[in-house]
């Protein structure tokens, strides 16, 4: 079963950008859906953004459009999530997480993902 580890996150300014990816071991990660979710203290995981596993179609929570872009390699076993113009209440732990499948009725739908990675911390300051 695939490996995830995340990194990437830290502290930036409201307006500025960072760069999360999400390092895959295994030789199946093309064969995987995936996906961002995000966790602030005291708040449930809210889903951000997935990737089907060819990177066909991708998809994106409504707070984030715009701003986030998600995008892989399947050579380099690595997915990422592009963050621009981040604001405060984009803070939270951010996980990458892999599935056998989704769509854009299910890509949202945690329970669906197989496998996590440990999360990485971004945090916004005003």
């Known amino acids: 079963q695939v490996q995830l580890v995340e990194s990437g996150g830290g502290l930036v300014q409201a307006g500025g950008s960072l760069r999360l990816s999400c390092a895959a071991s295994?030789?199946?990660?093309?064969?995987?859906?995936m996906g961002w979710f995000r966790q602030a203290p005291g708040k449930e995981r809210d889903a951000v953004s997935a990737?089907?596993?060819?990177?066909?179609?991708?998809y994106y929570a409504d707070s984030v459009k715009g701003r986030f872009t998600i995008s892989r390699d399947n050579a380099k076993n690595t997915v990422y999530l592009q963050i621009n113009s981040l604001k405060p209440e984009d803070t939270a732990v951010y996980y990458c997480?892999?599935?056998?499948?989704?769509?854009?009725?299910?890509?949202?739908?945690?329970?669906?993902?197989?496998?996590w990675g440990q999360g990485t911390q971004v945090t916004v300051s005003s």
């Open positions: 997480a892999a599935t056998t499948s989704l769509g854009p009725s299910s890509w949202y739908q945690y329970w669906r993902y197989i496998t």
């Open positions: 295994g030789r199946t990660f093309s064969s995987y859906a």
């Open positions: 990737i089907t596993s060819s990177g066909g179609s991708t």
